[in-house]
């Protein structure tokens, strides 16, 4: 018997452990129902945004002290679920008539099927002190993990295009 677990304990251990150490993906996991429901989760952040759902904001992110959030102004770095949610927070109270559009997303799960990671471009459209806001193509990326069977955001960063004039900077 000891010579069974020496030999063949490692190959055991091998062989269910291949599917998170190998190059290939798991066999097991379907890639294509994980992107539909990572596509979904996006989707509901986004609208959760748009109608003040702090439920729903607080369902998709992570619950944890360690995740971070970069918003659009020069210091805002947001750590932490209660950073986050307390932002979360006075936006909804401070916009009005919010509409975000969506394109260019991009989607990527890891082999393991357990991280993921996005890119999209955002119209961000609101009210704010009685006046309208258009924000256009803001880029927004984020690291999603899935955990007990679920997705949760774990890492965003919204970005305002920057176009710099080269030849103003040359003179």
Request: with cysteine.
């Amino acid at each position: 018997m000891k010579r069974f677990a020496i030999i063949y304990l490692p190959v055991l251990l091998l062989v269910f452990t291949a599917c998170t150490t190998g190059a290939e993906k798991c066999p097991d996991i379907d890639f294509d129902q994980e992107m539909s429901e990572i596509r979904i989760l996006l989707e509901q952040y986004e609208l959760a945004r748009e109608c003040g759902d702090f439920t729903t904001v607080e369902r998709i992110w992570a619950p944890d002290t360690n995740i971070i959030l970069f918003g659009t102004e020069g210091e805002e770095q947001l750590a932490g679920i209660d950073a986050i949610l307390k932002a979360m927070k006075r936006q909804f109270s401070e916009f009005q008539n919010t509409f975000i559009n969506i394109s260019d997303q991009k989607i990527q799960i890891s082999k393991t099927g357990q991280t993921a990671w996005f890119s999209q471009v955002l119209d961000y459209n609101f009210i704010y002190q009685g006046n309208n806001v258009i924000f256009e193509d803001i880029r927004f990326t984020g690291v999603l993990e899935k955990r007990s069977g679920k997705w949760m955001m774990v890492q965003g960063h919204l970005s305002v295009p920057y176009e710099a004039d080269i030849g103003e900077r040359t003179k």
